[in-house]
């Protein structure tokens, strides 16, 4: 059994440094919400009045119109997710539904014109972005987002539960 250790001074170590690497998904949780707060701060800054999550689906129909499956592959996501994401995008005037004249059913949604302009500044900041990930990982020394890939694909081929189950 895990028992909190007591420091130098009498106080109880913080876990996430004490029980490392077991903090690992609570640090990275923190770390998403770090970026992704002060993100919209920058982006609310420079007028991009949209919430920082619903950029990579932006970026997806910046490439064309797509339905909800195809943005949910694009992204690995939920439809669920992609759902409310399309909801506050249509809302403040950025996607619209298109019919599809081949197929009565489905609905792709494309950028409007103003969801064309966001589209612009979006890529402007994600290119931002890429330049100050970089920077940031060469300050680090780990390029974390090809170990996040890497820790994904090997997540994929034995689940985290199967490893606790054996380890």
Not at 23 to 36: M, P, V
Not at 90 to 97: A, T
Not at 115 to 136: F, N, W
Not at 149 to 160: P, Q, V, W
């Amino acid at each position: 059994m895990i028992q909190h250790k007591k420091s130098k001074t009498g106080g109880i170590h913080r876990p996430v440094e004490t029980y490392a690497p077991a903090f690992f998904a609570f640090l990275a949780i923190q770390l998403t919400d770090r970026i992704t707060s002060e993100g919209a701060r920058f982006s609310t800054a420079i007028g991009l009045e949209i919430p920082v999550n619903t950029m990579s689906t932006i970026m997806v129909l910046k490439e064309g119109p797509a339905s909800v499956t195809e943005i949910a592959s694009a992204l690995n996501v939920s439809h669920v997710a992609v759902i409310k994401t399309i909801r506050i995008l249509i809302d403040k005037g950025i996607l619209e539904r298109q019919n599809d004249p081949s197929d009565g059913r489905r609905k792709p949604l494309s950028l409007t014109s103003k969801g064309t302009q966001v589209a612009a500044d979006v890529s402007t900041v994600i290119e931002k972005a890429q330049s100050v990930y970089r920077e940031l990982f060469k300050e680090i020394g780990v390029d974390l987002h090809e170990a996040l890939l890497k820790m994904n694909a090997a997540l994929d081929r034995i689940s985290f539960d199967k490893r606790l189950a054996r380890a």
